[in-house]
C-alpha cells in the first residue's frame, strides 16, 4: 500500500524559512505531477504549488516568488522550500502524487508567528 510521508513542518517567526519534504513508501508509476496543498482552519484546501513530470511548475498567487517546489522524478519525492514566511501561511500542509488517482499523505502542521 502507497504511503506519502512529509516532513519539516514546524513553528517559524515571520520572515523565516522552513523546508517540507515528501516521500512515497512504495512503488507509484506514471506520476504525472506532484504537488503542495494547504489547509487553514475554517478555509477550503488550496493548492500552493505543483511541479509536473515535465517540470513545469505552478504557484498560487500568494507564495510565488517566495516559495520554490522542486521534485525527483526517479525517487518520487517532492520538497517545498518556503522563504519570507508569513503569519497567513500558517496552515496544515499536504503532499499529492497524482497518477490516474491522486494519492495524499497525513498533512504536516506549519505554524507562522508574527
Known amino acids: 500500500q502507497v504511503q506519502l510521508v512529509e516532513s519539516g513542518g514546524g513553528l517559524v517567526q515571520a520572515g523565516g524559512s522552513l523546508r517540507l519534504s515528501c516521500a512515497a513508501s512504495g512503488s507509484i508509476f506514471q506520476i504525472t505531477a506532484m504537488g503542495w496543498y494547504r489547509q487553514a482552519p475554517g478555509k477550503q484546501r488550496e493548492l500552493v504549488a505543483q511541479?509536473?513530470?515535465?517540470?513545469?511548475?505552478k504557484y498560487a498567487d500568494s507564495v510565488r516568488g517566495r516559495f520554490v517546489i522542486s521534485g525527483d522524478n526517479a525517487k518520487n519525492t517532492v520538497s517545498l522550500q518556503m522563504n519570507s514566511l508569513k503569519p497567513e501561511d500558517t496552515a496544515v500542509y499536504y503532499c499529492?502524487?497524482?497518477?490516474?488517482?491522486?494519492?495524499w499523505g497525513q498533512g504536516t502542521q506549519v505554524t507562522v508567528s508574527s
Open positions: 499529492k502524487h497524482q497518477t490516474y488517482r491522486s494519492y
Open positions: 511541479i509536473t513530470r515535465g517540470g513545469t511548475t
